[in-house]
């Protein structure tokens, strides 16, 4: 030590001499260099003052070295003495040891049980060094297992060593955990720490290489043909260490059965019965690629829609931007994109029983897909209409692919929307004002000019003009929720109480990701139609209905404001109807690209549409005016007829009037009708409810098309007839033609009515069978009046001729002609009071008169059987004797059993060839005939001899 402590005083008494004469030589340079020009000298004191600084902090460096290096030699000369001391002990415990093999050698031999337990325990000695050193070296050989994984293509490499090393520790892992839980004499936690270090750096690595695993996983999923081997890779790891589970709880299984002993493992899951390490691989895996579909969905979809950014909006007091439907839309096609990549790439990397695609890959992907309608559907009051009907445009490509795939997702709901739920809420505001683009006005001067007979198919898009129109397509799907357009009121009051549904959609229902608890779900799931596609289809057709009511409801008011427009054949029509088929044709012409949910819903709320359309046009008619026109006020048309100088028993005339009214409601709507509504106008509107009917069977054939069957329309039909509008219809349509056939009857009828209503022809009506008792002078029996009535008739027909379509002429020259009949056969009840000689022969001339005057409007098959029924009059008034009479009277009330009794009591009264005592026996047979004819009728219907109703034709105005 004297020698080693000399040395190195010596060593470093020269070093520093030699440090000392090396810093004099570099001053003295340095000195000569800063005072090599004359003007250093008066730098002299700067030059000192520097010199002085550098010198002092290199005695400082000097001092603080030597410190350390006097430092270095404590220690050294500390650890010496230490491993003198060791090699002292340790020699004297080899002589200890030698002493005591010479003490006990002799007698060591003899004992066999010492020498067996000594061997025991070297063994054990052995194993337990050997797995120290092990446990020893875990760290390292983890440290090197991850370092493979710089190479992806030795990740089934790193398991393996992983394995291994986890395999090995196991052991001792589960023999230190149970010593150190031993209640007395265990291993102190202390003295476990070191070893628990060396395992904690297995787990590391483990967890570092599930890690970057389960990352392979989600990252090559969507990679397209490169990411398709790394996905083979990891799903080899992952079938092997289901394999390797699967092996050891077998064996597990069978060393339990042997003894008994359930094995547990530290901190992992594991089976207390088998004892064996579980850690779910497949069913992560399945997880990760779950978690790839909402990565993917978050990056490009969710982030354009965020509620976090809408709630921060309405917090702060600003409206939150509307999302780019465009955009969005674009990023699910390209999604879709990837989806069909990872079909082709990713898909088959997997074992087919993990039936990924079907079972995993879609339902998550459809899953986020209805997720995001969802949120749509929170976001619907900023959402224009176009932007609902581009979103359901989209879903139908997507089931379609989805379907290309061997996925099936519904394409529409199973049950069509209910009819009942889309009636409820009156329309909010829509423009009011009925301007009309270029295109639509052009249209109606072109059906204005050519005979109305347009298609309903118009424009609509604005023409030239740089503003839609707001009667517009283009209008209505640029308008949002809350938007107005410029001129916009309240909607109408005709309209209140006729909306189309009362949507009760929740904001932000479908917010955020798929719940966890299905993540993993490994069974076919069936992927239904999203609820919020649903949700939106209620709300644009909730819009539509508002829109196209409020719309109508303009055009109606247009309609009242505006004169007919005449065509050039001269006929008569009213121009708006055509333009509200115009707006419902383009309306269905976007619903057909909204899929066939949309269609459905579309096609309950035009058929209502066009119900109320055909209901306003019928009030528009004079429908309604029954309600102002009481039945006696409805009977003042007769008041000419009910004058002394005509009639005798004007009080019962009218009673008879009004109860017939009010027996036959159509007929009194006619009448009302033909009291508040011009001639004219009620001509054009059998045009108008003609053309209406044509068009709605258009619609009726579009909408049949649309939806690939008439079995759904049907279905659509009886669910609305399950509610309160009842019906039992072929086509949820049938309620709106069924009506526009009523109006034209109505129309044809009121017209009818309205030329039995003329004063003069009243008069007319008057004189008929007016006879004197003198049976001379009359103008009835001359045959003036009826000349006169008929003349009038002519007219009148040949204005229907003029104002009305040939096809449907002949249906009004039909209505005049009942109306005529039944106005005859009233007179003559009324007016009959004397039969004289030339009676019947002038009720035969009138019948003639009639058939010629109707003749060249109607063929003989309509006319005839209306003539027929005056014949069966004139039948009864000819009759010979009593027996004649009551035979007479039986064929009359085959004829018109609504008469009653009064003929054969009238009639009677004005025979005076008939007693009196025999006139009551007569008309007690007459009444006896008349129940049993009402009771046989009733107990088996007998078809009228009535002519046949008129139909309107899908192609020419009318048939029969």
């Known amino acids: 030590v004297a020698i080693f402590k000399a040395a190195q005083y010596g060593r470093f008494k020269s070093a520093l001499a030699g440090g000392h004469r090396r810093v004099q030589r570099g001053g003295e340079a340095a000195f000569a260099k800063l005072l090599s020009r004359p003007e250093d000298l008066a730098r002299l004191a700067e030059l000192q003052e520097a010199v002085a600084a550098k010198l002092h902090r290199a005695e400082l460096e000097v001092a603080t070295g030597l410190d350390a290096a006097t430092d270095g030699v404590r220690a050294g000369l500390d650890a010496l003495h230490t491993a003198r001391k060791a090699v002292v002990d340790t020699r004297d415990n080899f002589a200890n040891i030698d002493a005591l093999c010479e003490e006990e050698g002799s007698g060591l031999a003899d004992r066999h049980d010492l020498i067996r337990d000594l061997a025991v325990m070297r063994v054990n000695l052995s194993r337990t060094m050997a797995d120290a050193e092990a446990i020893i070296a875990l760290p390292e050989q983890a440290a090197a297992a991850v370092k493979t994984l710089s190479d992806e293509h030795n990740l089934f490499t790193c398991w393996e060593q992983l394995t291994a090393l986890a395999q090995r520790a196991r052991p001792a892992r589960i023999a230190l955990e149970a010593a150190r839980r031993q209640p007395h004499g265990g291993v102190p936690r202390a003295a476990s720490r070191p070893a628990a270090t060396h395992f904690a750096a297995i787990d590391e690595a483990v967890t570092r290489f599930e890690t970057i695993l389960w990352r392979s996983v989600r990252s090559s999923l969507f990679a397209g043909r490169g990411g398709c081997r790394a996905l083979v890779r990891a799903l080899r790891v992952v079938e092997e260490q289901e394999t390797l589970e699967a092996l050891l709880a077998a064996k597990a299984r069978k060393h339990a059965a042997r003894s008994d002993v359930s094995v547990r493992g530290g901190n992992d899951r594991a089976d207390p019965e088998r004892g064996a390490v579980t850690k779910g691989f497949r069913k992560r895996v399945l997880l990760e690629v779950r978690e790839a579909v909402e990565e993917r969905f978050t990056m490009t979809v969710d982030s354009l829609i965020s509620a976090d950014d809408d709630a921060n909006a309405c917090a702060g007091g600003l409206v939150p931007p509307p999302p780019d439907i465009p955009v969005v839309l674009e990023n699910l096609n390209v999604l879709m994109q990837q989806l069909t990549e990872a079909y082709d790439y990713a898909a088959p990397a ?4 993990y039936h990924i695609f079907e079972r995993v890959l879609a339902p998550a992907w459809h899953g986020h897909v209805t997720a995001f309608l969802g949120k749509l559907v929170g976001v619907a009051r900023e959402l224009s209409n176009a932007d609902i009907i581009a979103v359901l445009h989209w879903y139908q490509p997507y089931a379609q692919q989805m379907a290309a795939l061997g996925v099936d997702v519904e394409a529409a709901p199973p049950e069509p929307p209910d009819p009942l739920q889309m009636m409820a809420t009156p329309p909010s505001s829509v423009p009011a004002t009925p301007h009309m683009s270029d295109k639509a006005g052009a249209r109606e001067r072109k059906d204005a000019a050519g005979g109305g007979r347009g298609d309903g198919r118009g424009g609509g898009k604005g023409g030239g003009a740089d503003v839609p129109s707001v009667l517009s397509l283009d209008m209505f799907l640029a308008t949002g929720c809350d938007e107005k357009p410029p001129g916009v009121c309240e909607s109408s009051d005709d309209w209140q109480g006729q909306g189309s549904g009362d949507l009760n959609v929740t904001p932000g229902a479908y917010i955020g990701g798929l719940p966890r608890s299905v993540a993993v779900n490994e069974h076919k799931q069936e992927m239904l139609y999203p609820d ?12 539509m209905s508002q829109t196209v009511r409020t719309w109508a409801a303009n055009l109606h008011r247009m309609t009242a404001s505006h004169p007919l427009k005449p065509a050039e054949d001269g006929t008569l029509w009213t121009a708006s109807d055509v333009e509200f088929f115009r707006l419902l044709n383009e309306q269905l012409e976007v619903a057909i690209g909204g899929g066939m949910q949309l269609v459905s819903a579309a096609a309950v709320v035009i058929a209502s549409i066009l119900s109320e359309f055909a209901a306003q046009q019928f009030k528009r008619l004079g429908g309604d005016a029954t309600a102002s026109i009481t039945s006696a006020t409805a009977t003042s048309s007769f008041s000419a007829l009910s004058s002394p100088g005509h009639f005798k028993r004007s009080s019962s005339i009218s009673a008879a009037s009004a109860a017939l009214l009010e027996r036959n409601a159509p007929e009194k709507a006619a009448m009302a009708a033909a ?14 409810a003609s053309r209406c009917h044509r068009l ?11 939806l690939g069957s008439a079995g759904v329309m049907e279905k659509l039909a009886k669910r609305k007839g399950g509610g309160v509008m009842g019906g039992n219809n072929s086509s949820i349509v049938q309620p709106a033609l069924d009506a526009f056939m009523t109006n034209a009857e109505h129309c044809a009828a009121a017209a009818a009515a309205a030329v039995v209503s003329d004063p003069s022809v009243i008069a007319l009506f008057g004189q008929l069978f007016v006879v004197e008792k003198s049976g001379c002078g009359s ?13 009038t008739l002519v007219d009148y027909l040949g204005d229907v001729e003029q104002y009305v379509t040939r096809d449907l002429a002949p249906m009004v020259s039909e209505a005049v002609l009942s109306r005529v009949v039944k106005t005859t056969i009233d007179a003559c009840m009324r007016q009959l009071h004397a039969i004289r000689p030339g009676t019947v022969g002038r009720m035969a001339a009138d019948e003639d008169a009639l058939r010629e005057c109707f003749a060249e409007h109607l063929p003989h098959k309509r006319v005839d059987p209306w003539l027929q029924r005056l014949a069966d009059v004139r039948d009864v008034v000819a009759a010979d004797d009593t027996e004649s009479f009551v035979l007479a009277y039986g064929l009359l009330m085959q004829s018109m059993p609504e008469l009653g009794l009064e003929p054969a009591a009238r009639l009677l009264a004005a025979r005076e060839d008939i007693p009196r005592a025999t006139q009551r026996e007569v008309l007690e047979e007459c009444k006896q005939l008349l129940n ?15 002519p046949s109703r008129w139909k309107l034709a899908s192609s020419k105005g009318l048939h029969t």
């Open 350 to 353: 997997f074992p087919p029983a």
């Open 532 to 543: 919020g596609l649903v949700k939106l289809v209620d709300i644009y057709t909730t819009r």
């Open 675 to 688: 009291k508040v509504v011009e001639y004219n106008v009620l001509l054009a509107g059998v045009n108008d």
């Open 696 to 706: 709605a069977m258009e619609i009726e054939t579009s909408l049949t098309q649309a």
């Open 779 to 791: 103008a009835w029996l001359e045959g003036k009046a009826t000349e006169t009535l008929v003349a």
């Open 932 to 946: 049993s004819h009402l009771a046989t009728q009733a107990a088996c219907p007998v078809k009228s001899s009535a």
